[in-house]
Every structure is written in C-alpha cells, then in structure tokens.
C-alpha cells in the first residue's frame, strides 16, 4: 500500500533518464513530492513539466552532481529548508566504464567509486540524519545494485563497486537496527534494463550497446521502478531487504 507516502519526501539520485526518471514518475504519480537530482539540468526540467500538475504529487528538479560532496550538501540543505524532513532516499545515480583491473584507466575507476559507492554513502547519511532529526522513524534508503553486486562478471571495478553497494545496503540495515530506528535499508538488484546505460559504457559504439539490449528482451526501467514501489509498500513491520530482478531471458 503506498498510500502512506502520500505528501511525503523523496530524494532520486540520477534522475534524467531510465531507471531514475522512472522511478520519479511512479512516486510522484503516488503522491509524493520527489527531488530529482542528476548533472542534466534541462532534462529534470523536461521531467518536471510532464509529470507535474497530474496530481497531488510533484518532481522538483535540482541539479547535483554526486561526485561533487559540496552539491550533495546543499541539495540536502535545500530539502530541509523546504520541506523540513525527507522519508525515501532513493541511490539510484551509477555508471560503468570498461575498465579493467589490468589496464583501465584510473581516472575511470575513481569516477565509478564516487559515483556508485562514495555518492551513494554521502547521500545515505544525510538523508538518515535528516530523517532522524526531523523525528521520521518510518523512513526508507533503496539502493539500486546490480546482479553485478552479485556474482562477478566481466567488468571487475564496476562489479566492485556493486558488491560494495550490497555491502553497504546491510551495513546500513545493521547500523539502523543498533540505533534502534525502524527506517529500512534495500536493495534493488537488476540484470539487463534497455536504458542509455549501455549507450554510455560504450560511447562511441552504438551498435555494441543494441547489440547488448537486442539479444533478448531487456527489462524496462519501469519494471524496476516497479520493484520499487513494491518494496516500499511493504507494511513497516517488514523490510525487504535485496531484490535480484532480471529479463526472462537472461542466463548469468
Ligand atoms: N541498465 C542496466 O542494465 C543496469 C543493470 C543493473 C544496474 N543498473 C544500475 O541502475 C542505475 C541506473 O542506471 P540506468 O540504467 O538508468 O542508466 P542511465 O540510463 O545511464 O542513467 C544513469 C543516471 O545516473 C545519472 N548520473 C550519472 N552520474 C551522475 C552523477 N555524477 N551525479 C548525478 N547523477 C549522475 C545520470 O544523469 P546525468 O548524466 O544527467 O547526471 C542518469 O540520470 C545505476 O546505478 C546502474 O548501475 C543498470
């Protein structure tokens, strides 16, 4: 049941395409007030004037690059000044370079740690601290992994960063439980979703990106952002903690 996050705060990292800009439609179609963050300013805003004015709900777009600790800082400066509290983070800003342990580049490996694992960290502990004191013991962190984060495959930095996302989603549920707080800690882990995700990793060839997305059928972003709103409306006694969602098709 998501009417409970009716009128409430969320915060979407990477939200100008794919699974981000899905998962802003879905909240804010239930209701809630979503800050969408992502580099691309302008296609936040485009976001914002498609899904606003449907309803109760509504996106406001801010521009934060979460490599960057200072824009971290003050996009949560701003969700507390103007809303006072927040009560669903959702880390869901991440990329991949081919990158190999061998012989990648190390300004590659940097940008993915920043991004998937030291963004992702900077977000989830001011949001649980802002949570915590603006009195919200019902909040709830979604990290979005990877069936990377789960077996090891091919591209071992960015697999790196993913099993430490799923290290950081128990952590994070472990540190929770000690402070005796009831906010929930999950992590949605996905196989092949056709996004710009491949288009990016492989800049420049195109066409190994729709090879990737055209040897089966892929995941939508939307089925994600499903997953999601699932695991949010789970009722508070329950927290669901790692979700593996992958196309039919998929094998590893
Ligand atoms: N697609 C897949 O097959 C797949 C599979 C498993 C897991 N995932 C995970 O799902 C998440 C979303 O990926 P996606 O498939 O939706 O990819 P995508 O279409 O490439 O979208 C990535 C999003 O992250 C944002 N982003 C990247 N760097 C950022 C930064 N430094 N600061 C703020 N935002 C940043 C991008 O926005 P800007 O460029 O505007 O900043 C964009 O909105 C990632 O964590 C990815 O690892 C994807």
Known sequence: NMDKWSGKVA??????????????????GHGMKVVGCARNEEKLKQIALKVNGKGPGEMFPFKCDVTNETCILEMFQYVKKTFGSMHVMVNNAGLAFEAPVTSGKTQEWKTMLDTNVLGLSICTREAVQLMRESAVDNGHIINIGSVAGHKVCYMSMYTGTKFAVRALTEGLRLE??????????????????????????????????????????????GDVADTVVYALSAPPHVDINDIIIRPVEQLV
């Open 11 to 28: 915060v979407v990292t990477g939200a100008s395409v794919g699974i981000g800009e899905a998962i802003v439609e879905k909240l804010v």
């Open 176 to 221: 929770l439980r000690e402070a005796k707080s009831h906010i929930r800690s999950t992590s949605v882990s996905p196989g092949y979703v056709a996004t710009e995700f491949a288009y990016r990793l492989y800049s420049g060839e195109p066409e190994r990106a729709d090879r990737l997305y055209n040897q089966m059928e892929c995941l939508k972003a």
